[in-house]
């Protein structure tokens, strides 16, 4: 692996507090949420936001989309909703006397799954290849999705009625998962005043391009991840396998995601090298969706949050003899 060059790394920060500042024009007062989804978008994976309706899922990702100038698709998840409704269809041509392939919304850069749990299990899956290959596959024929590519799946936690819960399989591939939630006081007064009268959506304008997101992505990729932080990872997702409150762990592919992020975060905060704290950081929202508590332990009222912490209290930050403090 090619080393990566401060002045990189230098660029990588810049480019990457720029987008972050312009997405904050539309979405007031969530930093850390804006940087995760950027985090994401970097590490080459996707990210599941649940949330309630209003917090400015849908704004989030357009706002991305158009900071970085791609193209931005959004689907409507419904429970009539086809799979070629996403991937695209085949529409016979009567000029050329062949089948022409119609791209569905999966081609686009950026790509708003609204209210995934509403769509049939059938519907859920035409995603799955998308986001794990970056590629579609209809009528034997498989086509490449444009890049840089990203899955931003909502869900509403608290309406169940007509849902299909997300299988294990599905949830696994989403890189993260963030709450939006509501904002401050302070904040939301201000969002009276710079919305009141029209988003401050329309006058966003892109900061970087596309091109410029790639080469963001290949800097993140040689960022430094030494033999102990690598091990760290590996006993932490282990360790959620063993708890004895966990019925189910994290996977291999949550290790392989935390490494990604860790590389990105470190380079988005100027350092050619992974530290602990990126994975500390990053721990909560790729480990949670992945897990499951034994009932014993919800009667107890444990909470995922509270096994996480417990396991990093637990495990010895690399390069030290001490444990981590919470």
Not at 12 to 18: H, I, K, M, Q, T
Not at 184 to 207: A, N
Request: hydrophobic letters at 40%.
């Amino acid at each position: 692996m090619a080393e990566v060059s401060a002045q990189q790394i230098e660029a990588f920060s810049r480019r990457f507090d720029l987008i972050a500042t312009n997405v904050e024009k539309v979405i007031q007062g969530k930093r850390e949420v804006v940087e995760l989804v950027l985090l994401t978008l970097v590490a080459e994976g996707h990210v599941l936001v649940e949330d309630v309706p209003g917090v400015g899922k849908t704004q989030l990702a357009k706002s991305v989309a158009r900071s970085i100038d791609s193209e931005f698709q959004r689907v409507q998840f419904t429970p009539d909703l086809l799979p070629s409704d996403v991937t695209g269809v085949s529409v016979w041509d009567r000029n050329r006397n062949e089948f022409e392939f119609k791209p569905g919304p999966i081609f686009a850069n950026i790509v708003v799954g609204d209210e995934i749990n509403r769509a049939s299990p059938k519907t859920q899956s035409a995603l799955l290849e998308a986001m794990e290959e970056r590629q579609v596959t209809s009528d034997g024929v498989t086509r490449a999705l444009p890049l840089p590519f990203m899955v931003m799946a909502t869900q509403n936690p608290l309406e169940h009625e007509g849902t299909y819960p997300l299988p294990e399989s599905q949830l696994d591939r989403f890189m993260m998962r963030v709450v939006i939630g509501h904002p401050s006081r302070q904040k939301e007064l201000e969002i009276l005043d710079t919305h009141g009268v029209r988003s401050t959506f329309l006058d966003l304008e892109p900061v970087v391009s596309v091109e410029e997101i790639e080469e963001l992505i290949v800097v993140a990729r040689e960022v430094t991840v030494s033999s102990s932080v690598k091990t760290y990872i590996i006993d932490l997702v282990g360790g959620t396998r063993q708890h004895p409150d966990v019925l189910l762990g994290a996977s291999t592919r949550s290790a392989l995601f935390l490494q990604r992020l860790s590389r990105a975060r470190a380079a988005s905060q100027g350092r050619e090298y992974v530290t602990p704290d990126d994975i500390k950081m990053l721990a909560h929202p790729v480990l949670e969706h992945r897990m499951g508590l034994r009932p014993e332990a919800q009667m107890r009222g444990e909470t995922l949050p509270d096994v996480i912490e417990d396991l990093m209290t637990k495990l010895r930050v690399p390069g030290t003899t001490s444990r981590i403090a919470t």
